[in-house]
């Protein structure tokens, strides 16, 4: 290397990197995180393109042609209707996937706000506050699913409505926790000496801070609330019939998973790969960040 | 020390008491009351209204709710709308049911995934543990109920080792259940211990890394001796947490799989009465259920403190 540099280069050591460039980086090195990363994204493939791209109509009912086995016409071969496996199966995860992704983006955005608020507010109101959310998160998750939607009924903007609620409820915890690290620091304390508003402070100055860990508890969330929303799909509270769906397609498929196992396992497949490729890209996403992740049981 | 128990009740009751505001309420917000749950959909208004008055359904909801608490306190459960007998008698021998499968199956699943989780811990990145790993990120993530009903593809129906539904009634005695007991123990030992042993790993690699373990190494410790009493104890104790918190799921994740093989417990019992709005029955199981959950929290964070000595200085809460 020449001893002697032109002011205009700048040396290797100090090319500075942006923090999302350098996330990526890391990422890029983890097989399993580009694998998972790979899942995710053919599944939002196919979840936008397959009733376009599909053999056969999902809803086509033929009582002749029923419990067959994988042929060429049909991939997974028919169910005990007579419908398609196949188109069935890659159809079945649209609901699913619209409903969970855009209920997880209301979950991590209210409560991560909510999180980093009382953390930030701390005293009587954050005591209260978290009283309310550890006495919400002891009541067993099924149960409190079960309840909402029974409650607020099974159409499908309610549904984003509601899962993005209750499990937005663990993302508090998680922001509050990281933010209580944060809130005695100086900048914090210069920043409040500055004057600067509060809502000025949580924007500004903490939620970069602890941006990382709620992405992080985001994409854990999404893998929840996949299984949370197919659980109860499966137990019939869940997206209305005809529509192909996982859960109840699994549910329903049940009794034929003698004779023809692929009306079970092809759903079974679909939603396995997807979950599987979630975990992968949230745990390879956290050591990109350089996170300390503990697994907890799921909410 | 005494403070710190007495403080760990006080809130755990206090817990209990807003779950029982949040049950109450929610349950107050589904669609219709418990006056046409009980008579169905063609009841007469006038009808209607006599219920509500002998069941005390028109008075506002705060004092229903403090009449509520303080039957429950008195151990009065109420009585079933849909089954017209006492909540008390239904929830009964399903309990017993769903407590034996759940011990039987947290009985197994400690052991296991604590002896995987320390082959795993020790061999790590060798084959013992990607295998035992990969096997533990399946069982763990996926739903409970792909879980269940893989295993009975496998252990039903293509072995035929066992029944894949449940036929019984809830009152039979044990000694029934026992055949039909066993795929729905296998599936919650294997999520359970899907669980567990991540942690156990990740732990038992921590503790072999420490200095402590070092030092034990240095003085020339056998490895089996540094194994059973040196590392295992210190891995065991962050793992009384999360089996406390893998109970806690199991609470709720033992519905599902009760639902899978129609096992006659208490989360099947949950699943009729929501779907039939049984509400004294939803309120009834929803308290007793997250009571659990709190007490089993609650003596896993005393065992915690008990054992550690080192957090027992009060947090100044």
């Keep these: 290397m020449p001893v002697a540099t032109t002011s205009t280069e700048q040396p290797e050591l100090f090319k500075r990197r942006s923090p999302i460039a350098e996330t990526w980086e890391n990422l890029r090195r983890s097989w399993s995180g580009m694998l998972g990363i790979t899942l995710i994204v053919i599944h939002l493939i196919i979840a936008l393109t397959s009733p376009f791209l599909i053999p056969q109509d999902p809803l086509e009912m033929n009582s002749k042609i029923s419990n067959q086995a994988p042929s060429y016409e049909h991939l997974l071969g028919t169910d005990k209707l007579g419908r398609d496996v196949f188109s069935r199966s890659m159809v ?14 209301i979950a991590v955005s209210w409560g991560g706000l909510a999180g980093i608020l009382f953390g930030f507010l701390g005293g009587r109101a954050d005591e209260v506050f978290m009283r309310i959310v550890d006495a919400f998160l002891s009541i067993p998750w099924l149960l409190i699913l079960l309840l909402i939607v029974s409650i607020m009924g099974t159409e499908m903007w309610v549904q984003i409505l509601t899962f993005g609620f209750t499990y937005g409820v663990s993302t508090i915890r998680i922001a509050r926790a990281a933010t209580l690290d944060h809130v005695t620091s100086d900048f914090i304390l210069a920043a409040r000496a500055r ?6 402070i949580v924007l500004k100055e903490l939620l970069p801070i602890v941006l990382d860990v709620i992405l992080v508890d985001g994409a854990m969330n999404w893998s929840w609330m996949l299984l949370g929303f197919t659980s109860l799909s499966f137990l019939g509270f869940g997206v209305a019939p005809p529509t192909p769906d996982w859960g109840s397609m699994i ?3 049940r009794e034929t998973l003698a004779i023809q196992p692929w009306t079970v396992f092809g759903p079974v497949i679909m939603l396995s ?14 050591k990109a960040l350089g996170l300390d992740r503990s697994q907890g049981a799921p909410v | 020390m005494i403070t710190l128990i007495a403080r760990r009740f006080a809130l755990a009751l206090v817990t209990i008491f807003i779950i029982s505001f949040i049950v109450f309420f929610g349950v107050e917000a589904l669609p219709g009351d418990a006056a046409t749950a009980y008579l169905g959909q063609f009841a007469t208004p006038e009808s209607l209204n006599a219920l509500r008055e002998k069941f005390g359904l028109n008075a506002p909801p705060l004092v229903r709710y403090v009449n509520w608490l303080g039957d429950l306190v008195k151990g009065d459960l109420g009585d079933s709308l849909s089954r017209k007998e006492s909540v008390a008698e239904l929830i009964g021998n399903r309990f017993r049911n769903t407590v034996v499968l759940s011990i039987a199956a947290a009985l197994f ?10 082959i795993a811990g020790l061999t790590r990145d060798k084959w013992p543990d990607i295998i035992i790993s990969l096997v ?3 069982g763990m993530t996926l739903p409970g109920f792909v879980n269940a009903t893989v295993l009975v593809y496998f252990f039903a129906i293509k072995l035929n080792w066992f029944p894949a539904v449940t036929l019984i009634a809830s009152d039979a005695p044990v000694s029934k259940l026992l055949p039909n007991i066993v ?5 919650l030992t294997f999520i359970m211990v899907a669980h567990i042993l991540r942690l156990v790993r990740t732990n038992m690699i921590d503790v072999m890394m420490s200095e402590y373990v070092q030092m034990a190494r240095l003085k020339g410790v056998s490895a089996i001796r540094i194994v059973f009493s040196h590392a295992l104890p210190s891995a065991m104790l962050p793992t009384i947490n999360i089996v406390a918190l893998t109970i806690g799921w199991l609470v709720g994740g033992v519905a599902i799989v009760e639902a899978v093989f129609n096992y006659p417990g208490i989360g099947t019992l949950m699943l009729r009465a929501i779907s039939d709005k049984d509400f004294p029955l939803i309120q009834a199981i929803a308290i007793i259920l997250s009571s659990i959950f709190i007490g089993i929290n609650l003596v896993a964070d005393l065992l915690t403190l008990m054992l550690n000595p080192r957090l027992r200085t009060a947090r100044g809460h």
């Design chain 1, 251 to 253: 549910a329903k498929s």
């Design chain 2, 183 to 187: 795929l729905p123990i296998i599936t």
């Design chain 2, 109 to 118: 699943a400690v052991p296991i995934a604590i002896l995987l989780g320390v």
């Design chain 1, 273 to 286: 790969t997807l979950i599987i490729g979630i975990n992968l890209f949230a745990d390879a996403f956290a």
């Design chain 2, 136 to 138: 533990a990120i399946i």
């Design chain 1, 195 to 200: 004057g600067e508003h509060k809502k000025t």
């Design chain 1, 92 to 105: 079945g995860g649209r609901v699913t996937i619209v409903v969970t992704i855009l209920a997880t983006m």
